[in-house]
C-alpha cells in the first residue's frame, strides 16, 4: 500500500509540475518569442498534452485520496468507501486542502477544453500547484511557524515547476521549426539562475525545519539518505544548465549538442521529483 502511495505521489507532482511550467512557460515566458501562435502544429499539440495532463491529474489525485484513505483505514477496502472517503475529506486537514485541489483541478481540464482566456488557465494551474504545498511534512507544524513552511514550500514549488516545465517546452520544441531557439534557450538560461537560487535556498529552509540541523542525522540512512540523492541529482541539473549556458554564449558553437543535455537535465529533474515523492512519506530525523 505504501508502495502504491509513492508511485501515485510521484504521478501526481509530476502532471501538476509539469502542468504549471507548460501553462507559465509557453503563455508568459516565452510568449514574446514564440507569439500567439509561434510553434504551429506543436502547439496544437502542446495544448492537448495540456487536457491529458489535466485529466491524468484528476485521476491520480483521486487515487491519492483513495490511498490515503486505505492507509488510514488499514485495508484496500477502505480506499473504495464512500463513507471512509468522506471522513478523510470531513476530518481531515489533508481532506480539506484536498477538497480544494481536486476542485480546482477539474476546473482547470474544463478551462483547457473551452476556448477561455489565458488568464485563467495560468490562474487555475498556479491555484492548483499551490494547494500542494500544505500536503506533505508542512502539516507537522501548527500556527505562524507552520504557515512560514507552507509559504516557503509555494516558493519551492513554484521554481521547480517553471524549471521543470521549461525544460520540457524546450524538448518538446527541439524539432520545431521556425523558432529561434538559441533565444528561447538563452531567455530560459538567464531566468534558470534565480530560479535554481530560489530552489536551493527554499530547499535548505525546509530541511533546517524539518531536522533543526544545516543537514539531517544520519546523512546517508533513510530521510538524509533520499534527501541526499535528491541534492546530488540538482547538482548534476545544475552542472548540465552551466555547460548548456557556456554553449550558448559561443554563437560559434551548435546547438544541437544541447537536445540531449537538456532531456537528460529534464530525467534528471523527474528522477528528483521521485526522491521528494519518497522524502513526503518518511519521517524526518529530529536534532536532539
Request: aromatic share 8%; hydrophobic share 60%; with cysteine.
Amino acid at each position: 500500500m505504501q508502495d502504491a502511495l509513492i508511485l501515485c505521489r510521484f504521478l501526481h507532482f509530476c502532471v501538476v509540475l509539469v502542468l504549471f511550467g507548460l501553462c507559465l512557460c509557453r503563455h508568459a515566458l516565452f510568449a514574446a518569442l514564440l507569439g500567439r501562435n509561434g510553434i504551429g502544429r506543436n502547439d496544437a499539440q502542446l495544448q492537448k498534452g495540456l487536457h491529458w495532463l489535466a485529466a491524468a491529474g484528476l485521476l491520480s489525485g483521486i487515487a491519492w485520496l483513495s490511498l490515503t484513505a486505505a492507509s488510514m483505514g488499514g485495508n484496500w477496502q477502505d480506499g473504495l468507501d464512500p463513507q471512509t472517503v468522506l471522513l478523510v475529506l470531513g476530518n481531515t486537514f489533508f481532506g480539506h486542502v484536498w477538497s480544494w485541489h481536486l476542485g480546482l483541478n477539474a476546473l482547470l481540464l474544463i478551462a483547457l477544453l473551452r476556448p477561455l482566456a489565458t488568464f485563467w488557465r495560468l490562474a487555475l494551474s498556479t491555484l492548483l500547484l499551490l494547494t500542494l504545498a500544505p500536503v506533505g511534512h508542512g502539516a507537522m507544524f501548527d500556527g505562524f511557524e507552520g504557515l512560514l513552511l507552507i509559504l516557503n514550500q509555494a516558493v519551492h514549488l513554484l521554481a521547480v515547476s517553471t524549471w521543470l516545465g521549461g525544460l520540457v517546452l524546450l524538448v518538446l520544441l527541439a524539432g520545431a521549426r521556425d523558432t529561434d531557439k538559441r533565444a528561447l534557450l538563452l531567455r530560459f538560461s538567464g531566468v534558470g539562475y534565480f530560479l535554481v537560487a530560489a530552489i536551493i535556498v527554499t530547499g535548505l529552509i525546509n530541511v533546517r525545519a524539518l531536522s533543526g540541523a544545516l543537514w539531517p542525522s544520519p546523512a546517508f540512512s533513510g530521510f538524509g539518505l533520499i534527501l541526499s540523492i535528491k541534492l546530488a541529482m540538482v547538482l548534476c541539473m545544475l552542472a548540465l544548465a552551466l555547460f548548456n549556458r557556456l554553449v550558448l554564449l559561443d554563437p560559434q558553437r551548435p546547438i544541437g549538442i544541447l537536445k540531449l543535455s537538456i532531456a537528460v537535465e529534464c530525467l534528471l529533474g523527474f528522477a528528483a521529483v521521485a526522491a521528494v515523492s519518497l522524502l513526503g512519506t518518511l519521517p524526518p530525523v529530529l536534532a536532539g
